[in-house]
C-alpha cells in the first residue's frame, strides 16, 4: 500500500480530521534523525514531539550501572512524548534512534494546546497511549517468560513493521542493548535464525528472507500486541 506524502506517512497524523490538519500543518517541522541520536533523556522535560515517519525510536530504561533494555518502539504509527500530554512533563526512560530516518516534530506547548481543545486530537491520542502501553507490558512479559530466539523474533518483526523493506541496519551490539542481553546471546540466536533460513546476517545489516517463518518462531507476545495496535489506531487518513 502507498502512504499518502509527508507528513502522513504518520499514521497519527494522517488520522487527524481536516479541520484539525488544517491547523496541524502549520506547527510541524520536517527532521532528520541520524542513528543514537538521543531524542528524549530520562528525566528531563521534551521541548518538541516527534511523530516519526521513516526513523524508529527506542524507548530505553538505562540502570543506573548503565545497562539497558528496550521498553518500546515508536515508527510511523506513533508519537515519542507521551509524557507532554499525559500530564507526567518527563519519564524516566530515554528515547534513542535505533533506525536513521525522517521525523516531524511540534512545539511541547502547541500539542498541549490541542490536545486540550480538540476531543478528536485527545481520543487518538490516548488510544495510541494505550497501544504503547501494551506494547511495554508484553515486553516485560516477553523478557522475563521466553527464549532469546523467540525476543529476537518479536523484535525483528516489530522493527519490520515500522520499515518498508525486508533490511534493518543493526549491530549485535545495538540488539543486545536494546534487549538487554550479552551481545554473544543475540549472536547465538541470529545464527541459529540464519541456519533456519529466515535471515541473513552481515556485519552491521539484517535482511528477512521468510517473514512467515519468523512470525511462526516467534512467541504469542507480537501477535497480542500488533492486534492491539490493530485494533485501536487507524490505516487510513480521516474524512
Known amino acids: 500500500m502507498t502512504r499518502p506524502p509527508e507528513p502522513r506517512n504518520n499514521h497519527l497524523l494522517a488520522a487527524l480530521p481536516d479541520e484539525d490538519w488544517a491547523r496541524w500543518r ?21 521541548s518538541h514531539v516527534i511523530f516519526p515517519t521513516t526513523a524508529i525510536v527506542s524507548l530505553l530504561y538505562v540502570m543506573e550501572n548503565g545497562a539497558s533494555a528496550e521498553i ?14 499525559m500530564g507526567g512533563e518527563t519519564t524516566p526512560s530515554r528515547a534513542v534512534v535505533q533506525s536513521a530516518g525522517k521525523a516531524w516534530r ?5 500539542l498541549k494546546v490541542e490536545f486540550n481543545s480538540s476531543l478528536p486530537v485527545m481520543h487518538l491520542l490516548l488510544r495510541y497511549t494505550q497501544a504503547l502501553i501494551t506494547q511495554m507490558a508484553q515486553t516485560a512479559v516477553c523478557n522475563r517468560h521466553h527464549t532469546l ?14 520499515l518498508d523493506g525486508p533490511d534493518l541496519v543493526m549491530t549485535q551490539e545495538l540488539i543486545a542493548n536494546m534487549l538487554g ?8 540466536a ?29 512467541c504469542e507476545c507480537y501477535a ?4 492491539e495496535y490493530d485494533r485501536l489506531l487507524p490505516n487510513a487518513i480521516a474524512k
Open 26 to 46: 502549520t506547527l510541524l517541522e520536517e527532521i532528520d534523525l541520524p542513528l543514537g541520536t538521543v531524542v528524549q533523556e530520562s528525566d528531563a522535560r521534551m
Open 72 to 85: 518500546g518502539v515508536v515508527g510511523f504509527e506513533g508519537i515519542v512524548g507521551i509524557s507532554l500530554f
Open 106 to 110: 511540534m512545539r511541547a506547548a502547541d
Open 149 to 162: 530466539d523467540q525476543q529476537l523474533c518479536r523484535w525483528l518483526l516489530l522493527s519490520l513493521d515500522r
Open 181 to 188: 542481553v550479552r551481545r554473544e546471546g543475540v549472536t547465538e
Open 190 to 218: 541470529a545464527l541459529k535464525l540464519q541456519a533456519q533460513g529466515l535471515i541473513r546476517y552481515a556485519r552491521g545489516h539484517i535482511k528477512v528472507l521468510d517473514r512467515p517463518g519468523l512470525e511462526a518462531r516467534t
Open 224 to 227: 497480542v500486541v500488533k492486534h
